[in-house]
């Protein structure tokens, strides 16, 4: 998947389908994670060995509103350069 409901826990469990098997409407308060990423592994053959290894993941946390939604972790940076030099400041 490329995300996960948001909740009590960091990855709240709960079924995406209701019990009919359709689809669950999200309601106002309900969080979702968009979190579209790529892993690639130690194991791949057909990858340059400096890519073996890496996950690349930018997420981002959604608030279901009455009106639409709010991007919760909207402010934070997705630029290469910020990412890392937050990263890199201890």
């Known amino acids: 998947g490329i995300g996960h409901w948001l909740g009590m826990d960091v990855h709240d469990v709960g079924s995406y389908v209701n019990g009919k098997g359709k689809s669950k409407k999200f309601l106002p308060g309900m969080v979702i994670t968009v979190e579209p990423g790529i892993y690639i592994s130690r194991k791949s ?9 890496i996950g690349i993941r930018i ?4 608030l279901v509103t009455r009106s639409g939604c709010e991007v919760l972790s909207g402010k934070l940076p997705k630029e290469i ?5 937050i990263m890199s400041s201890n």
């Open 45 to 53: 053959k057909h990858v340059d060995k400096k890519w073996k290894g």
């Open 59 to 62: 997420e981002d946390d959604v």
């Open 81 to 85: 350069d910020k990412i890392e030099a």
